[in-house]
């Protein structure tokens, strides 16, 4: 059973770096690929990265910023976040992504793991 629990949150300044947690306490991750989202206050949800082999996807706001990547000898998926801004602030999700009639479709979501910017 795949089960996902984040950590790594914190607050930190502008331009801090913050390297984020996604561990499946399942031991199943490394079957699939794993995305990591986040929501903002007031915001929807939306995805930063996600990975399985190759390629990675990233959203534009964070590309050449976030790095996500994978132990699964850890079945741990990491991200990476360099030159923090404030409008990164939020909950951070990750979630197990399966690529189902063309498009990827999310479950089993962590609690989350809140990331808090400072100008």
């Known amino acids: 059973q795949v089960q996902m629990a984040e950590s790594g949150g914190g607050l930190v300044q502008a331009g801090d770096s913050l390297t984020l947690s996604c561990t499946d306490t399942g031991r199943t991750a490394s079957n699939y690929a794993v995305a990591w989202f986040r929501q903002a206050p007031g915001k929807d949800r939306e995805i930063v990265a996600r990975i399985r082999w190759s390629p990675t996807f990233y959203a534009d706001s964070v590309k050449g910023r976030f790095t996500i990547s994978r132990d699964n000898a850890k079945n741990t998926v990491y991200l990476r976040m360099n030159v923090l801004k404030p409008d990164d602030t939020g909950v951070y999700y990750c979630?197990?992504?399966?690529?189902?009639?063309?498009?990827?479709?999310?479950?089993?979501w962590g609690q989350g793991t809140q990331v808090t910017v400072s100008s």
């Open positions: 979630a197990r992504a399966l690529y189902i009639g063309g498009r990827y479709e999310y479950d089993s």
